[in-house]
């Protein structure tokens, strides 16, 4: 059976112009992967070029109430951009809600300690912040609806310590050695309450004290000019178990798979990292996904019941991006050989393709 070898990371993850490669169940002091020596092509270029090449992303996904939802902040240096969107798993009911941001430093914090990323547009307020010495992750939004969309209120909370609650943190190579992808998950149950409410002012539906589930991806990496990508990304609850995983595969996966890649599941805080996956959906992107591995640990069918879908097409940047709500069916095993049977699970696929 597929293993990782998982360790405890240093407290930086660049050391003398190298990244230090890995799995770690420990967090390092920051998300930093500035200062690594000549990553593009082995040429010690200026410092400012590498650094523009870095692009953060942060994602939270969450179960809560009847919807799933994800929170995207992307950070592309020149429009930055956030996206709240929400799916309705009973009626099958979508929202979406988009704010570009422009130019902004330093908008996704680097510390894992304690840090928030926020934010503040006329109508659309997001703030996702953690802080582990006081045992907290936050999530709160408010968005202004408008005639055909409801607007949205939303406050999340919670605790690292839970026992179902877990984190762990990757750095792989982006593709090759000389540049890295560094990546932190943290999984935890959530409470807390939503309301959405329709322009009139009358109340559509309303989630008080609610429990539910949220994953948080955060990810830097030196890109290069056209990445392309695409993941599943699932939380919530089966037979009593509380269970979230990620599966992708990127252009910026390593050379060496096996030995280095973001793939894992959780499952009642235990960590189980998973091998390299392949996606497909050789009929489009509306009919089913097959995601399968060599080492029979992953055997999932991901069924499209909603699909979202941007781009943005200026001078220095061209990217197509795809959300896709649906289902997931199929068995993954964990660490032990323990089979963890889905079946209408609520899931996240996503696919991208960036030019910049």
């Known amino acids: 059976m597929y293993k990782r070898e998982v360790k405890k990371a240093p407290a930086s993850i660049i050391q003398n112009g190298r990244p230090v490669f890995g799995t770690f169940d420990t967090l390092p002091e920051s998300l930093d992967i500035h200062g690594v020596r000549a990553p593009f092509i082995g040429i010690p270029l200026p410092s400012f070029f590498t650094r523009l090449r870095i692009r953060p992303r942060l994602i939270y996904t969450f179960s809560f109430g009847d919807y799933l939802g994800s929170i995207d902040i992307f950070d592309n240096k020149i429009v930055n951009m956030a996206e709240v969107s929400l799916w309705n798993k009973k009626n099958n009911c979508k ?37 582990h010495s006081q045992d907290r992750i936050s999530v709160k939004f408010k968005v202004k609806g408008d005639s055909v969309r409801p607007s949205v209120e939303l406050a999340l909370a919670g605790k690292f310590s839970d026992p179902a609650s877990a984190e762990c943190f990757s750095v792989k190579p982006a593709p090759t050695m000389r540049r890295c992808s560094a990546t932190w998950y943290a999984f935890t149950p959530i409470s807390g309450r939503m309301n959405l409410t329709l322009k009139n002012g009358d109340l559509l539906e309303a989630f008080p004290e609610n429990i539910g589930f949220g994953f948080l991806f955060e990810n830097r990496a030196y890109y290069k000019f056209i990445t392309k990508g ?60 097959v995601i399968q591995d060599v080492e029979s640990m992953v055997d999932l069918t991901f069924t499209p019941k909603n699909i979202i879908s941007r781009s943005v097409n200026l001078i220095a940047i061209n990217s197509t991006y795809y959300t896709v709500f649906g289902t997931i069916d199929g068995i993954i095993l964990d660490s032990e050989g323990n089979k963890i049977v889905l079946k209408d699970f609520p899931g996240i696929a996503k696919r991208s393709q960036l030019r910049l």
């Not at 992708?248 to 890649?261: C, G, M, P």
Request: charged content about 25%.
């Open 95 to 131: 929202y979406v809600y988009r704010i570009f941001l422009g130019m902004r430093l330093h908008l996704i914090p680097k510390k894992l300690e304690k840090a928030v990323c926020v934010s503040t547009a006329k109508t659309r307020y997001i703030r996702i912040g953690w802080n």
């Open 230 to 289: 695409e993941n599943i990304t699932a939380c919530s609850e089966v037979d009593g178990k509380k269970i979230a995983f990620r599966l992708s595969t990127t252009s910026l996966d390593a050379v060496d798979k096996d030995s280095y890649n973001d793939n894992a599941i959780f499952v009642d805080g235990k960590l189980t990292t998973l091998p390299p996956v392949d996606i497909t959906h050789y009929l489009g992107l509306a009919q089913s996904w």
